[in-house]
């Protein structure tokens, strides 16, 4: 995006794009499970999700799972609070793609 992640940020994102399928986050410090909450509240439309590199949690990829009926590739590189049974568990409703990549340093 070129700006800061927050939740800010996704609110304008979201009131100028509300039909966006595709979103990206990467190596940043300001997107935890709050704005993955956000993300799922606002960004229904969105089919692919990548995040790579961020503080959250299972947490945060429940409500993805939960918030996105229409996801269908999520991908979770060097997060480390998040676990590969939290992503399988937050897909089993449809039919997503779900690929977790380990922390460096777990």
């Known amino acids: 995006m070129g ?3 927050t ?8 009131s100028n794009c509300p039909a966006l399928e595709r979103m990206a986050i990467c190596n940043t410090d300001t ?3 709050s704005e993955l909450v956000f993300i799922a509240a606002k960004f229904t439309s969105l ?3 990548c995040i790579k590199n961020c503080p ?5 990829v429940k409500s993805v799972g939960e918030g996105c009926p229409s996801l269908v ?8 609070g ?3 049974a ?3 568990t937050a897909f089993l409703h449809n039919s997503c793609d779900a690929q977790l990549s380990p922390s460096r340093n777990v």
Request: with cysteine; aromatic share 2%.
């Open 47 to 49: 089919k692919k999700l």
């Open 31 to 33: 997107v935890g499970d």
């Open 73 to 80: 590739k999520l991908k979770v590189k060097r997060c480390r």
């Open 56 to 60: 959250i949690s299972d947490t945060g």
């Open 86 to 88: 939290s992503v399988c």
């Open 3 to 5: 700006i800061p992640e």
């Open 7 to 14: 939740v800010g940020s996704f609110n304008v994102l979201a």
């Open 82 to 84: 998040v676990t590969k």
